[in-house]
């Protein structure tokens, strides 16, 4: 069974940095991008940030370009969100994703596996 867990939430005050982890265990049986998502209270969940599976393309959401780092280790079952300059608009619940393929994409329904969600508040 495939389990998706996501660490490092937390509060922080605006212009301070958080690092989220994802740490992926069971087995998949293809090479799988991994991909962040966030969901504000009332809102629906939209995509952050993705790394694909050999590393080499990485995508962001506008917003994020600059402040956000997305990266993945050697094994490929672990993969972490660095987040600078926060804001406030940056409070949402943080998911990270098991892609259904190799390179990134951007819908929800595009990624396999799920982790349970980590808060992320920053305050102004």
């Known amino acids: 069974q495939v389990q998706v867990v996501e660490s490092g939430g937390g509060l922080v005050q605006a212009g301070g940095s958080l690092r989220l982890s994802c740490a992926v265990s069971?087995?998949?049986?293809?090479?799988?991008?991994m991909g962040w998502f966030r969901q504000a209270p009332g809102k629906e969940r939209k995509f952050v940030a993705g790394?694909?599976?050999?590393?080499?393309?990485?995508k962001y959401v506008e917003s994020v370009k600059g402040r956000f780092t997305i990266s993945r280790d050697g094994a490929r079952n672990t993969v972490r969100l660095q987040m600078n300059s926060l804001m406030p608009e940056d409070t949402a619940v943080y998911f990270c994703?098991?892609?259904?393929?190799?390179?990134?994409?951007?819908?929800?329904?595009?990624?396999?596996?799920w982790g349970q969600g980590t808060q992320v508040t920053v305050s102004s």
């Open positions: 994703a098991v892609g259904a393929y190799t390179d990134v994409h951007e819908r929800s329904y595009e990624y396999a596996y």
């Open positions: 069971g087995r998949i049986d293809w090479p799988y991008s």
């Open positions: 790394i694909s599976w050999n590393v080499t393309t990485t």
